[in-house]
């Protein structure tokens, strides 16, 4: 019997996935060689699922940043901060991502998957609440695990089951926290986070916002959807990442809340692992002066994420309600799903098999992440292999029965 017999499950699912073609889980491509381009056995494919929202990760000056600072303060800092110091980058970025929040603190940490886990296991003690959306991301359910407290997950963007649950901890005692997401990383669906700051401001609780797909997205200066939605005085704590828009790897948490910094000395997943290299810190404080100074990366990426969310809808494809730049396409079963991704795949288009039970309401998707790097060209591509394919499939209906109907 084998150590990892436990993961039979997982390893038939691995093994079909194989069969019905190419790996989803193991994409291998031979290059990346621009934010919307690679190659992969040979062939270039289109990249529409790669979350590089503003196509930051080729910008010749963010580029340029990483190499000085390679060049100057080496490759990596091999320690964590408490230990090894901070750098003078990791102190800079703090600072320009508090500016930019307009908040008095901010913490970097290594991931965005640890800033979660980091922030969400000490802010919620033994005795207090954490209360999260049941569509929540891996990292929030990881980080309330991590955490001491009371778990409590209420219906997917439903404020009044939220208000529901927070009234019935109202003789409790205990600090409540409540955690959304800006824009879903699954279905590109926003929070409606004004009536949820507006729970949070009646129930006495606090609110955190994961801000990961939203920041560089929404809001008049990219701030995310606390910003669009006007309640950012609400919101007692955003959580960020740089993977996504900034276009390298890391995560971040700003809050005004005045013994913030606390967390350094209490936070286990800042404290216990090697903080970011000089390379990156400097790529990602450029790309957020980039964010700030071209406006116009967020008009073109909103005008593109409308481009295929109108496209696909009118094809007959079901996505998801709004037109962000997560635009994800429901599939009618895992074995369609499973296919359809790998005949994209083999017509040049590269995006995201998202399958049960890593799915809102366990629906098969085909998860697509629109840049601002994008062309109309790219768009237009991807929509007419998504229209063929899904005719060969059966999925729409043909342009003679359309007409007919
Ligand atoms: C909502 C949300 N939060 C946090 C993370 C983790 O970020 P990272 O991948 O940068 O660690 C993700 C990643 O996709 C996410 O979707």
Redesign the pocket.
């Known amino acids: 019997m084998s150590i990892l017999a436990k993961y039979a499950a997982q390893k038939g699912v691995l093994d079909g996935l194989k069969a019905a073609g190419a790996n989803p889980l193991d994409v291998h491509f031979d290059a990346v060689l621009s934010p919307t381009e690679g190659l992969l056995g040979g062939r270039s494919v289109i990249l529409l699922g790669t ?1 590089n929202y503003l196509g930051l990760t080729f910008d010749q000056s963010c580029i340029d940043r990483s190499v000085e600072a390679v060049r100057s303060q080496g490759t990596g800092t091999t320690g964590s901060r408490i230990a090894n110091g901070s750098y003078d980058g990791h102190c800079k970025l703090e600072k320009a991502l508090a500016d930019f929040y307009g908040r008095e603190h901010c913490m970097v940490f290594t ?6 886990l980091g922030v969400l296991s000490t802010l919620v003690g033994r005795g207090d609440h954490l209360i999260i959306d049941a569509d929540s ?1 891996a ?2 359910y990881d980080g309330s695990r991590l955490g001491q407290g009371e778990v409590i997950r209420f219906r997917h963007n439903d404020p009044k089951d939220l208000h529901k649950r927070l009234k019935r901890l109202a003789d409790v005692p205990g600090d409540k926290l409540i955690v959304v ?1 800006g824009i879903y ?1 699954m279905l590109g669906d926003t929070a409606p986070l004004k009536e949820i700051a507006a729970v949070k401001r009646e129930t006495g609780a606090y609110l955190l916002v ?1 801000e ?2 939203s920041m560089g997205v929404l809001g008049a200066t990219g701030r995310g959807l606390a910003e669009a939605a006007g309640v950012e005085a609400d919101v007692d704590f955003i ?1 960020g ?4 828009s900034l276009g390298s ?3 971040f948490c700003v809050s005004d809340h005045p013994d913030f910094d606390l967390l350094r000395v209490v936070s286990r997943p800042y404290m216990f692992t090697a903080s970011l290299p000089p390379s990156i810190i400097a790529s990602t404080l450029q790309a957020l002066h980039r964010m700030e100074e071209e406006p116009g990366l967020r008009t073109r990426l909103t005008s593109n994420a409308r481009r295929l969310f109108d496209g696909l809808n009118a094809l007959g494809f079901t996505t998801g309600p709004e037109a962000n730049p997560i635009v994800a396409v429901a599939m009618p079963d895992r074995e369609c799903a499973i296919a359809f991704w790998n005949a994209l795949l083999q017509g040049g288009l590269y995006l995201n098999l998202a399958l049960p039970p890593a799915t809102p309401n366990n629906t098969p998707l085909l998860r697509s992440s629109v840049s601002a790097a994008h062309t109309t060209e790219q768009i237009d591509t991807a929509l007419r292999l998504f229209e063929k394919v899904g005719r060969e499939f059966g999925l729409l209906e043909t342009p003679a029965r359309r007409a007919r109907a």
């Open positions: 979350n991931t965005g998957y640890q800033a979660n991301h990292s929030i997401e990383s994961d990961a797909h959580v990442t740089f993977s996504k790897v890391g995560g």
